[in-house]
């Protein structure tokens, strides 16, 4: 189907989003908003930045009840806060439109004003676990009366051990409920999810569409460990916005140092940061104020933020799901990108693992500058241009552009949540 329309989505809600610039659906709102509208539980499988957040946002405002004091009707649950925070700020113009409320439940916070909030009524939830929990256990909330329910990232919820939470939350939820359920994987502790809690779902799997995707370039760079710091300054000059990813919080916080006194002007966030100071990092960055966000493994999944010119791994992930996750931050929704691991001399075999695990060509090269800016372009090589997991391979370089200059992708940058 090509529009909204005909997906079922009432006219308010078709025109609230085309006054966003989202005109048409992507593959996954597509195949699920029409089962989500007609009351079906369903399970969708999709890569991040493919347009989950719309497609749940969609049927949510449409079909929530009215909540009464502390009794919600809808409830979303992510993995983390910044993920909630741009959940529900995909989600309230659609809400309003509706006359539905939406707020958020997450820690880093003072509950408080989330006791507030909930004594005068709240339609819409969108919350961490353990928040959430702690809310449930002090008597502030009741989830008895919702009867929709969304789990995001189900598979980072596994990653992150929050599951048994998420089940005890779902287990207090009407037994009639309508369950969605959004995950780029189906399978392990996901699997468990779905069958135990949702009946007869629709089962909608997409791979990674190559033209909504983009084209992104992979490169494997030797690097001295003495020599990181100069060469992301450096890359980051060519290609910013840039999000750099480092193992540890230390790491990060000290990337970010050098990165400043080497003229860029870079942010952390991680998961001692304060919340005020991890929503500060993360304004800063989305406003092009600053270059750089340097970051652990928590805003792999965590953080959706449009037109990323390129991701750095400063230190190698862990495995391939964790590369996976961490390079999907840019080239996303048609725009091209860059994908840079910078590999030490003693890290040579951590990097072909993961090549041989993501099945791409296997190699570490020394990369020049101008391969990255456009200024230069031979026919790339197996080791230059590694195939993108799970897609084509990525042959074109970064587009030379002024730090902090965003790129527009004919209107439908929103449509990418």
């Avoid at 990337?255 to 966030?269: D, K, M, T």
């Avoid at 075999?349 to 020049?368: F, I, N, T």
Wanted: hydrophobic share 40%.
């Amino acid at each position: 189907m090509s529009t909204f329309s005909e997906l079922g989505v009432p006219r308010g809600i078709a025109d609230v989003l085309a006054r966003r610039g989202v005109t048409a659906p992507f593959p996954i709102q597509s195949a699920t908003i029409a089962d989500a509208m007609a009351g079906r539980d369903l399970c969708g499988r999709a890569p991040t930045g493919s347009g989950k957040t719309i497609a749940f946002s969609v049927p949510l405002a449409t079909r929530a009840g009215k909540g009464a004091p502390g009794r919600p009707r809808a409830l979303v649950l992510v993995p983390t806060r910044e993920l909630a925070a741009q959940v529900a700020e995909e989600l309230r113009p659609l809400a309003e439109q509706c006359r539905r409320t939406v707020a958020t439940f997450y820690g880093g916070t003072p509950i408080g004003k989330d006791m507030g909030r909930l004594r005068r009524g709240v339609d819409i939830v969108v919350a961490c676990p353990g928040r959430l929990a702690d809310l449930v256990q002090r008597g502030n909330v009741n989830l008895g009366d919702v009867e929709m329910v969304v789990v995001d990232e189900a598979d980072r919820m596994a990653d992150m051990g929050f599951l048994p939470e998420v089940r005890r939350l779902l287990d207090k939820t009407s037994p009639d409920r309508q369950t969605l359920l959004f995950s780029a994987t189906l399978d392990g502790d996901v699997d468990v999810l779905i069958r135990r809690y949702q009946r007869n779902p629709a089962r909608h799997e997409l791979a990674a569409p190559t033209t909504d995707l983009g084209d992104v370039r992979h490169l494997f760079w030797r690097a001295e460990a003495s020599d990181r710091v100069r060469i992301a300054g450096d890359i980051i000059r060519a290609v910013a916005p840039a999000i750099v990813f480092t193992r540890t919080k230390h790491s990060a916080d000290r990337v970010a140092r050098q990165l400043q006194r080497s003229g860029v002007a870079a942010v952390a966030i991680h998961s001692n940061r304060t919340q005020s100071q991890r929503t500060r990092a993360l304004k800063e960055f989305t406003a092009g104020r600053v270059a750089t966000l340097v970051a652990t493994d928590i805003a792999a999944r965590g953080i959706h933020v449009d037109d990323v010119g390129v991701v750095v791994h400063f230190d190698l992930p862990a495995t391939g799901k964790d590369y996976v996750h961490r390079s999907g931050r840019t080239g996303r929704a048609g725009a091209t990108g860059l994908v840079v691991s910078l590999v030490p001399p003693d890290k040579t075999g951590d990097a072909r693992g993961l090549q041989r695990s993501l099945k791409m060509p296997s190699g570490v090269e020394a990369v020049e500058l101008a391969h990255l800016t456009g200024s230069y372009r031979p026919a790339p090589t197996p080791h230059q241009a590694a195939e993108r997991p799970g897609g084509r391979p990525g042959n074109r370089g970064g587009k030379s552009r002024k730090p902090n200059q965003r790129r527009r992708n004919s209107g439908r940058t929103a449509a990418r949540r």
